[in-house]
């Protein structure tokens, strides 16, 4: 038997929603998703509707998330055309992942090519594993630990600067044919969900903390900071509509 994916407790614009449905906070991670559906918009037509989870006070938490979420984590994926019951997809990376494979039919924003295809996946699953994890450890124990523990907050920020030294090292092409555009892709790159997936995180390093002197080693990547904001796309993804009133 099907679990139960909706309850009473549902909210009626989840539980009525038709189509794709994110339900989401405008943070780093909700963010990716976000900006992968407006760029899907853009490229297919693609269609969505969403509401809008505030975190604060622990509405993810609740019975009715923690069914889509067992994790009680944002963003939350709902895809309602899979048949009879809806379809929940957890987890950011899982979430770009899935609408790659399902709403990008031709491959804009992933590979076609096995190896490029890979390297993609690697760069989306160092971040997830290796980036977001730390940087969100910084903005932790910097900004909302009741007790302030130097020891803490220097270590996430110091292994935050050594990831972002990893992406410096990818897009300035030290050990390749020179600078590159994106994380992904032969060549310069290609625009992809490796770079959704990070560029959220990374373009917030003042928010967390960081000084331009403590990005000077990182040239290559401002640069690309500034070539993927430039996307209108991305402009939406982090925009008003995704912001609480």
């Given at each position: 038997m099907a679990p139960q994916?909706?309850?009473?407790?549902?909210p009626a614009e989840v539980k009525n929603a038709k189509g794709l449905h994110?339900?989401?906070?405008?943070?780093?991670?909700?963010?990716?998703?976000q900006i992968m559906l407006e760029e899907l918009k853009d490229a297919y037509g693609t269609e969505w509707s969403t509401?809008?989870?505030?975190?604060?006070?622990?509405?993810?938490?609740?019975?009715?998330f923690l069914r889509l979420d067992p994790n009680g984590r944002i963003p939350v994926l709902v895809d309602n055309t899979t048949g009879s019951t809806p379809f929940p997809v957890m987890e950011t990376s899982a979430e770009m992942l899935?609408?790659?494979?399902?709403?990008?039919?031709?491959?804009?924003?992933?590979?076609k090519d096995d190896m490029e295809r890979s390297q993609c996946l690697q760069w989306v699953f160092f971040w997830h594993g290796s980036g977001a994890p730390y940087q969100g450890q910084v903005n932790h124990f910097s900004r909302a630990a009741p007790e302030k523990i130097e020891y803490a907050i220097n270590r996430f920020k110091n292994e935050t600067l050594r990831v972002y030294g990893v992406?410096?090292?990818?897009l300035s092409g030290k050990y390749g044919d020179g600078p590159r555009e994106y994380l992904a892709?032969?060549?310069?790159?290609?625009?992809?969900?490796?770079?959704?997936?990070t560029w959220p995180w990374v373009k917030g390093w003042e928010r967390t903390g960081f000084t331009q002197d403590?990005?000077?080693?990182?040239?290559?990547?401002m640069k690309w900071i500034d070539r993927i904001a430039a996307r209108p796309?991305?402009?939406?993804?982090?925009?008003?509509?995704?912001?609480?009133?």
């Open positions: 994916v909706y309850t009473d407790e549902t994110l339900l989401t906070m405008n943070t780093p991670n909700g963010q990716a998703v509401t809008l989870i505030d975190i604060m006070t622990n509405e993810q938490k609740k019975d009715w899935y609408l790659l494979k399902k709403y990008d039919k031709k491959d804009m924003f992933g590979f992406l410096e090292i990818q892709g032969n060549g310069k790159g290609e625009y992809s969900v490796a770079d959704m997936k403590e990005m000077k080693p990182f040239p290559n990547v796309a991305v402009q939406r993804g982090i925009g008003e509509a995704y912001t609480k009133k």
